[in-house]
Nanobody, 117 residues
Framework: QVQLVESGGGLVQPGGSLRLSCAAS????????MNWYRQAPGKERERVAR???????NYADSVKGRFTISRDNAKNTMYLQMNSLKPEDTAVYYC???????????WGQGTQVTVSS
């Protein structure tokens, strides 16, 4: 079955870094557009970053220059390197896979990122 499993979240001080991972299984990972979304308490879910193959990337303005999305198709894994973290980056971060050939749309369970001193 399809699985997206996020890991790497946690508590970090402002200015710190975290690296999130999303391990995928059960579908043709390399043919899917992969996204990172986040949802803060009381706010709507927003897309943070997107990556297509071969490596076309898009970022929300709020994270440009600080976050880097990447993927390793050989390992069926996507990453989000987050640097210079701010308290406003606190949210649950979700991995999402979108098919370009169908309506398939898969979500992970989310991982909590808390930026606080």
């Amino acid at each position: 079955q399809v699985q997206l499993v996020e890991s790497g979240g946690g508590l970090v001080q402002p200015g710190g870094s975290l690296r999130l991972s999303c391990a995928a299984s059960g579908f043709d990972f390399s043919s899917y557009v992969m996204n990172w979304y986040r949802q803060a308490p009381g706010k709507e879910r927003e897309r943070v970053a997107r990556i297509r193959s071969p490596g076309i990337r898009n970022y929300a303005d709020s994270v440009k220059g600080r976050f880097t999305i990447s993927r390793d198709n050989a390992k069926n894994t996507m990453y989000l390197q987050m640097n210079s973290l701010k308290p406003e980056d606190t949210a649950v971060y979700y991995c999402n896979a979108q098919s370009v050939a169908s309506t398939n749309d898969y979500w992970g369970q989310g991982t909590q990122v808390t930026v606080s001193s």
